[in-house]
């Protein structure tokens, strides 16, 4: 009776994982003793089996094995057919024991190598980045932040991916109800696959559609640390080198883990040099196109006079010599991101000197304009956030379209609006343009 | 919700759409005018010309290249309407940072002239204002070789960006109209004179009754120019003892001066400056710059005095007298009164000059 039992959960396993070529199935014999084992060859970390399983089996008898698969941190008992299954396909063997199904975990980590970050680089600070293991990164953090009051919590998200996240905070620095927020938030995600932690983001948002982040990409975990210390939630993604912080702030998004790590007043310039960064992005294209088609008394004259000089070729109104500019620079800015680094540059080097000297000489775009453009471009590379910056890229056009239809008036309106719009937002609680969180002051809320 | 978003965008696009005044025209299709000259015309009363700048494509080779648009009208407006329909482009006035007079149009009434320009919007209120003598059309007609940009020279010079002089009494528009409205101050325009290909500023003019009544040499120019405190550097020439040769010059710098009335027949002018000796024509020494001290202070004083007899002679005000006295009064008719005291308010000039040496170490 037993043994059928036993034998049906076997037959239900195979059943359901067909016959694929990773799937093992082994039966073997000690002594007395017979076990069978079931596990998916390419998750399972065969060394680890046979470290964990195998040799002990074969080394002792049958009551100090007993006591020894006791012990084993990894072990676990069989109780629902679905959730065996599962297990199953995140790394889990199936042993069929004398009388008991268990269930060993013994999952194969292949993406857990530390490399160097890339997308948030600091001149001297830490240069290492998380990796795509969920748990090397929990140990990464614990190294940093070797507090007793730092909670970890798993979730599972992704009906078909199972994507494990660990939500990671300080017990005594973090809100209890932002816990709960995000915890709760997680919780109503409904979705079938989640890879990466814009994606996760996503979802976590009330809004469908969502120009500027509201919680924090960061692939660092010194900024991790720092941020678990001013009291955050941290969202660990398994899969991703990615994680995701909350409640983040505008000002979040324009500071680099370097503004801490220079000292004072070259942090300060540094900060300071961001926010021009963002605000010669943001205003140069609709500036131009404002001043020149007009307010032209705006300029000295003699930057008025060079700048009608240098327009007399262009066939075109000054947006849509600006239009076209611009998309040549989101196309190359698109374009270098997709191509491998060894092609990358030379997209640069053509679209950037060779198409621009180009237009200029074929009279289609006048010099100013290519000036403008290229430090659009730059400006907008300054801000660190990848997410920011492409927000701003994006809002940019919007400004440039009030200005196009309404000069000057409407550039400052636009400028009112966007204002208004981002002191709307929120994330968890914290208003968005609030600029600085202070968590000593929270305390005493 | 959705609607109520609708609805804050129709208010915000109709607010937007009733805002703009001027509508879209690039800047190459602007004709941007840089002076604007106003001379006596032959067959109607004004002939208004418009230096209009030639933006060149290439940067590096840019030549200063102008046109000049003209048109004799009775009134300034229709002059421009004519004007527009002679240049293929929009005319932009918001650079037109100079406006030339013709001498013969400031000998008589200038405040109707001046109505359009004060009304006009798009004409900047920081324009310098010059009388050109004899025609304004000779000084907008020399192409300067040293000019980057037509009419560069003139913001140059009136700017005090490129060269200073104490000799140019810069003027702007807003301050003329001033004067011209104000009791007791009186307009001064600087004089510009055509010199072959290029142009020269050492004169002002100094208006009464709201036309030209003086013109000022080139001392009495510097002298007005320290007086109304514009300039804060210059140099003083002193002559020997009751002789007209010259002696020593000083390079006066931090030049400070002020008025004040305490009784209504005196007037105190105090100006005080500090300097070396620049140039000596005989040999200067020490020991004697007390002596050189004295000298210097008494020539000057004579030089103001004899200014301002001038100016009491002419009835002309040009330094504010009046509106100093207008502003310590408290009578309805102080103006009425000042009238009657300015002919015969005696003046008491106190110059006040630190010597600090002979300019040579010892």
Known sequence: MLKSKKSKTIEWLQNKLGSSQDIVFREFQSGMRQAQILFIKTLCDEKKLQETFYKPFYETNEKEFDKYLNSLPNISEHKKNEETLTKMLLGSAVILLGSKVLILDVEKVENNSITEATVEKVIQGPLNALTEDVSTNIHLIRNRYPQATLRIEEAKLGKLTETKIAIVYDKNKAQSNIVQAVKDNLDRIETDVIMAAGQLHNKMTKQKRTLFPTMMITERPDRITYNLAEGKVVLLIDGTLFALIAPSVFYDFMSSMEDVYQSHWIGRFILSLRYIGLFISLLAPSLYVGITAYSTDLFRVQLALTIAGSRSTVPYPAFIEVLFMLLMMELLTEASVRLPQSIGSTATTVGGLILGTAAVEAGLVSNVMIIIVASVAIANFVIPINAMSFAMRVTKY????????????????????????????ESYGQPYLKLFIDPSKRKGQ | MGLRYVKIFLVMLLILLSTTACGYKDIDKRSFVLTIAVDKGQEKKYKVMLKIAIPSSDVRGQKPEFIISEQESDTITDAIRMIKTKVDKELDFSHAKSIIFGEEIVAKDVSPLLDWFIRRRDIQKIAWVGIGSPTAESIITIKRKIERLPSNALFMSFGQTGTESVYIVSE???????????????????????????FQINKAAVFGDKKLKITLSEDETKILNMLLQRVNKADIEVKKEDTEEPFFFVSAEGINSGIEIHSSDKVEVKIKMQGVIEEAVVEVSEENLKKYKKLAEEQFKEKVLSLLWKFQEEEVDPVGFGLLYRAKSFDKDDWEQWQKLYPNVKFDVQVELQLHGTGLLK
Request: aromatic share 12%; net charge positive.
């Open chain 1, 398 to 425: 919007i400004l440039l379209a009030l200005t196009i239809f309404f000069g000057l008036v409407g550039l400052m309106i636009g400028i009112i609006a966007l204002v208004g719009y981002l002191a709307k937002l």
């Open chain 2, 172 to 198: 702007f528009l807003f301050d003329f109209r001033k004067r011209i409205t104000e009791k007791g101050l009186d307009p001064i325009l600087p004089i510009l004179e055509p010199k072959s290909t290029f």
